[in-house]
T-cell receptor
Framework: GENVEQHPSTLSVQEGDSAVIKCTYSDSASNYFPWYKQELGKRPQLIIDIRSNVGEKKDQRIAVTLNKTAKHFSLHITETQPEDSAVYFCAASSNNQGGKLIFGQGTELSVKP | ETGVTQTPRHLVMGMTNKKSLKCEQHLGHNAMYWYKQSAKKPLELMFVYSLEERVENNSVPSRFSPECPNSSHLFLHLHTLQPEDSALYLC?????????????FGPGTRLTVT
């Protein structure tokens, strides 16, 4: 079955710097890659997702890139702000898995003012 | 309330108690999920339901018993739990299992087993 590895487990950056979180997946049939943000004490919420027919997607300060050949995808946050501090989870899914999401281990991002 | 709701938000129970967690989605989705989230661990998928039919049970101990009476409601019945079952239990829903879609999470139930 699918296995998703996420790195780093913790990441500390200065406000205004960029942050990059990387994930690798094992199942070449995976075709949907969402990223969730979970603030302390709150529910995970989708911040951006990408399907396998595109290589990059951007939404304001957040972007996701996908390399299907290497089976890895990354989250890029530019001009980080203290409110970006949270745990970020990547996930992978394929239609033949019934839409089941396999999550990475999570990255705790801390943005220092 | 819109989206996915869960009750109770916090629960403390002894190992011999029986309790139930409730989840309700107001999104018209056909698929619902139970996840366990322990400290410093990834989200662990426990159960998946599609149109009230259980389609996945990820080797979850029988002390956890799910129930899905209709596509809007999902329960997790708990009995004779262990202290290691203490965790945040998250419910989620998605449009369908036919295609990969965004999952919408509830706020979770923080469970403590004493």
């Amino acid at each position: 079955g699918e296995n998703v590895e996420q790195h780093p487990s913790t990441l500390s950056v200065q406000e205004g710097d960029s942050a990059v979180i990387k994930c690798t997946y094992s199942d070449s049939a995976s075709n949907y890659f969402p990223w969730y943000k979970q603030e302390l004490g709150k529910r995970p919420q989708l911040i951006i997702d990408i399907r396998s027919n595109v290589g990059e997607k951007k939404d304001q300060r957040i972007a996701v890139t996908l390399n299907k050949t290497a089976k890895h995808f990354s989250l890029h946050i530019t001009e980080t702000q203290p409110e970006d501090s949270a745990v970020y989870f990547c996930a992978a899914s394929s239609n033949n898995q019934g839409g089941k999401l396999i999550f990475g281990q999570g990255t705790e991002l801390s943005v220092k003012p | 309330e819109t989206g996915v709701t869960q009750t109770p938000r916090h629960l403390v129970m002894g190992m011999t108690n029986k309790k139930s967690l409730k989840c309700e989605q107001h999104l018209g989705h056909n698929a619902m999920y139970w996840y366990k989230q322990s400290a410093k661990k990834p989200l662990e998928l426990m159960f998946v339901y599609s149109l009230e039919e259980r389609v996945e049970n990820n080797s979850v101990p029988s002390r956890f018993s799910p129930e899905c009476p209709n596509s809007s409601h999902l329960f997790l019945h708990l009995h004779t739990l262990q202290p290691e079952d203490s965790a945040l239990y998250l419910c989620a829903s998605s449009q369908s299992l036919l295609v990969s879609y965004e999952q919408y999470f509830g706020p979770g139930t923080r469970l403590t087993v004493t």
